[in-house]
């Protein structure tokens, strides 16, 4: 497929976003007026630029408010319209977005504004520049695509069709299944952006929250398909109006934009096998969803703080790897990784996650098709490689090939360790994430696009210093469970684990049992307080007694209508704290109503 992107969705001057863009491996931009009004080279020398760079400068945009009005405003129209075509000469580009009129229009008449249409295509062809009409979601009279066609039907000009822009079209709700009446020919250009769900004005939802896709809430992938079973052979064009996209690296988001276009093209192939018949079209190799937890890595100057954790909490010393100063602890299924190479100065952190999947070549072909960055990590000849790629908060994440039994084949580098001892825990539970508040769409991609994880859930939780939204990702299952958590922007700084810590989960098969044994070990968990166990009282039907345990071994506490989850918490030790869960039945949460009490404890420490 080819690819463009408006100029509007990155940082930065035009000429930076057009190396950006160039980085990221687009065939083509859109130029966006108000960014070439402000750049101090003339539209030759941008068009230069362009070149060089291999780009195409495939639309100009916008000309707002063209159609719908008097006769005397017209001619104001025409006149503008002719000093744009001349600039677009000089740029090189044959291609104008008109916007329905949203601010000048007077008569709401299909036979009105398709004449202005007409005239403004005879004046356009006189320039070699083509008209691709759009409909805006707040346009005054027109604001549907199936009424932009009927007026560019009645056109009936050979310099004069439609952009459809998904924002625009599913933003309203608009059926798409008209998308199949416009022949394809007519269809000059079309934009594409996702977005959340949300109850607002549909112009500030439309300036400030779009999304690239695969990101959002909208169908986009049928959206596509159906303007693909149409035949549209043009750019496929990302135009996301979002603030954080505008502050952040130009580059890095020009990345993350092309990656999430590599994502649709796949999505889209799948749902069209048969009826696209086109080559440029392809599928990303074939990879499911990661099948488990194979370890999960912390890394700090000095790891001792930890291992003495984990040894109150049960987990057995397996040893040190015979070339590098790591070490590992085990406690059922459960592998935990404590790493003190090449971390001088730094406070323990969750560095690294490894994934179980089960066909670690797909997913890293599946990986460079993406182009994300790549982890390194030196290894041996005798030693097991494992690749990796580095999420966008700087997390490495590695897959191997999940074993058919028993452990995998890496553990067997470590050394001198001691015997595997019995103990509640059984596996990883989950790993909590937290994101920089700039990162949080981009990794939502990485995880789907790349290892096939879903959005499960999303929430808010209160904090002390605010909100703390969380997005969960999962594959089909439960085997691999990640919230990803956003600290208030107050908070996010350029590492996010300095204000809202990171943590790792593990499941337990009797939690009451670990906590009482780690007691005896000297283990002192994160206090609860008094309050909290007053309010689980007063919202479930428990006994005193039971609330008096829960009291006493500092548990949290949830139920709803699947089953029961009961846990406990670690202090943090420098950016990272774990957490011992217990899921009765089918509980499929994480404990929501214990977090903001969690958050208000770590934040008195």
Not at 228 to 235: E, I, K, L, Q, W
């Amino acid at each position: 497929m080819r690819t463009s992107m408006a100029t509007v969705c990155i940082s930065g001057t035009l000429a930076d976003k057009l190396h950006a863009c160039a980085d990221a491996g687009f065939d083509g931009v859109e130029i966006f007026e108000p960014d070439l009004l402000a750049a101090p080279e003339s539209p030759e020398e941008i068009a230069a630029l362009a070149g060089r760079l291999g780009l195409a400068l495939d639309l100009y945009q916008p000309m707002r408010d063209v159609e719908g009005v008097d006769e005397p405003a017209f001619a104001a129209v025409l006149r503008r319209a002719e000093a744009k075509f001349r600039l677009m000469n000089r740029l090189g580009i044959d291609l104008v977005l008109c916007c329905s009129n949203v601010a000048t229009a007077t008569i709401d008449d299909d036979a009105v504004s398709a004449a202005q249409l007409r005239r403004l295509g005879d004046l356009a062809r006189d320039y070699g520049i083509r008209i691709a009409f759009e409909a805006l979601a707040w346009g005054r009279f027109v604001d549907d695509y199936r009424r932009a066609w009927r007026i560019v039907e009645l056109a009936d000009h050979p310099a004069v069709g439609v952009c459809l822009d998904s924002f625009h079209i599913l933003s309203r709700g608009h059926d798409t299944s008209a998308i199949a009446d416009i022949p394809s020919e007519r269809i000059f250009f079309v934009q594409l952006a996702d977005a959340p769900r949300l109850s607002m004005d549909v112009l500030s939802w439309s300036r400030h929250h779009r999304l690239f896709p695969g990101e959002g809430d909208f169908d986009l992938v049928d959206f596509t398909a159906r303007i693909v079973s149409a035949g549209y052979t043009g750019p496929w064009s990302l135009e996301v109006f979002n603030d954080t996209f505008r502050q952040t690296d130009a580059r890095r988001t020009a990345r993350h934009a092309r990656r999430s276009l590599r994502w649709l093209e796949d999505a889209v192939s799948r749902v069209l096998p048969d009826a696209v018949g086109r080559d440029d079209l392809t599928m990303l190799p074939d990879s499911a969803a990661p099948s488990g937890v194979d370890f999960v890595e912390i890394k700090a100057e000095d790891t001792s703080a930890v291992e003495e954790l984990l040894g109150q909490l049960g987990f057995t010393s397996r040893g040190r790897h015979r070339t590098k100063p790591v070490t590992l602890w085990t406690a059922g299924n459960a592998r935990l990784v404590l790493n003190e190479q090449h971390a001088r100065g730094w406070e323990p952190r969750l560095a690294a996650v490894g994934l179980e999947v089960d066909d670690a070549e797909a997913v890293d072909l599946r990986m460079d098709e993406l182009h994300v960055p790549r982890a390194y990590r030196r290894t041996y000849a005798s030693e097991e490689r494992l690749d990796g790629a580095v999420a966008p908060d700087g997390t490495e994440v590695y897959w191997a090939q999940a074993a058919d039994e028993g452990e995998p084949a890496w553990v067997a580098e470590f050394e001198h360790g001691e015997p595997e001892r019995a103990s509640a825990v059984v596996g990883v539970d989950h790993v909590s994430l937290s994101q920089p508040w700039q990162a949080i769409e981009e990794a939502t991609l990485f995880y789907t696009a790349g290892f096939a994880l879903r959005v499960d859930s999303s929430t808010e939780v209160p904090g002390p210093q605010g909100l703390v939204a969380s997005r969960v990702l999962g594959a089909p299952g439960g085997g691999v469970r990640l919230p990803l958590n956003v600290a208030p922007p107050i908070l996010a700084g350029e590492r996010a684990g300095a204000a809202l810590p990171q943590h790792v989960a593990f499941a337990c098969s009797d939690v009451r049992a670990l906590a009482r044994s780690a007691r005896e070990r000297g283990f002192v968990p994160l206090a609860m307080p008094r309050n909290y166990y007053d309010d689980l009282a007063a919202r479930f039907e428990m006994t005193d007694a039971a609330v008096d345990e829960l009291r006493e071994l500092h548990l949290g506490y949830d139920r709803d209508h699947a089953g029961e989850y009961l846990h406990f918490y670690t202090r943090t030790i420098g950016e990272v704290f774990l957490e011992f869960v217990e899921r009765v039945d089918d509980y499929a949460g994480y404990g929501a109503g214990t977090a903001p009490v969690r958050l208000s404890a770590q934040g008195r420490r």
